[in-house]
T-cell receptor, first 119, second 116 residues
Framework: DGGITQSPKYLFRKEGQNVTLSCEQN?????MYWYRQDPGQGLRLIYY???????QKGDIAEGYSVSREKKESFPLTVTSAQKNPTAFYLC??????????????????FGAGTRLSVL | QQPVQSPQAVILREGEDAVINCSSS?????VHWYRQKHGEAPVFLMI?????EQKGHDKISASFNEKKQQSSLYLTASQLSYSGTYFC?????????????????FGQGTILTVHP
């Protein structure tokens, strides 16, 4: 089955520790995204990547880092610089958002999420 | 800037209708609608593109007013399964050439509860 896999489902971080959230997709999508969701809030974009070896900061990139070495993988590292990391993290992927073909345009498919808490 | 959704919450009985609105301060390339059930991933419902094209599920309809930079999602004859939080996501114009950023900015969400 094609889809997006996030792991782990639950993650606990100690103070001063870096943790990495995994996101893998087998949909052959070019673009991948990381969002943060706080209780009762919408989704806020952390980083996104439209092609391998390239990525851009979203609205709340401070304290986070990413890499895009392979098309199917887009891991997110929550660094010790992120002082309030407790949130639900969602990874998504889409066909690269260009052109006007609505059948493929930037429809984002989400993983099941990782819930990160601070110990 | 984040699009603004209204209302913040809606409570319905099965079979009733609802409208959820999404308003942006930017010229929009497209509007996307997603539904998220508690603790789960958002699921795609509808995309509306500038110029009038749209694609989505059969039982859900939406409109996109490009001039007003607004979109509305219409839920008719609601079912219990419609309960959840609805998000609009907007993609705005990147440059004068008319291309988009290729990323979405999401509203704060509208909580829809359907009772029997």
């Amino acid at each position: 089955d094609g889809g997006i896999t996030q792991s782990p489902k639950y993650l606990f971080r100690k103070e001063g520790q870096n943790v990495t959230l995994s996101c893998e997709q087998n949909l052959n999508h070019d673009a991948m995204y990381w969002y943060r969701q706080d209780p009762g809030q919408g989704l806020r974009l952390i980083y996104y990547s439209q092609i391998v070896n390239d990525f851009q900061k979203g609205d709340i990139a401070e304290g986070y880092s990413v890499s895009r070495e392979k098309k199917e993988s887009f891991p997110l590292t929550v660094t010790s610089a992120q002082k309030n990391p407790t949130a639900f993290y969602l990874c998504a992927s889409s066909v690269k958002g260009e052109g006007s073909r609505i059948s493929s345009y930037n429809i984002q498919y989400f993983g099941a999420g990782t819930r990160l808490s601070v110990l | 800037q984040q699009p603004v959704q209204s209302p913040q919450a809606v409570i319905l009985r099965e079979g009733e209708d609802a409208v959820i609105n999404c308003s942006s301060s930017k010229a929009l390339y497209s509007v996307h609608w997603y539904r998220q059930k508690h603790g789960e991933a958002p699921v795609f419902l509808m995309i509306l593109l500038k110029g009038g094209e749209q694609k989505g599920h059969d039982k859900i309809s939406a409109s996109f007013n490009e001039k007003k930079q607004q979109s509305s999602l219409y839920l008719t004859a609601s079912q219990l399964s419609y309960s959840g939080t609805y998000f609009c996501g907007t993609d705005s114009f990147h440059n004068a050439g008319g291309t988009s950023y290729g990323k979405l900015t999401f509203g704060q969400g509208t909580i829809l509860t359907v009772h029997p």
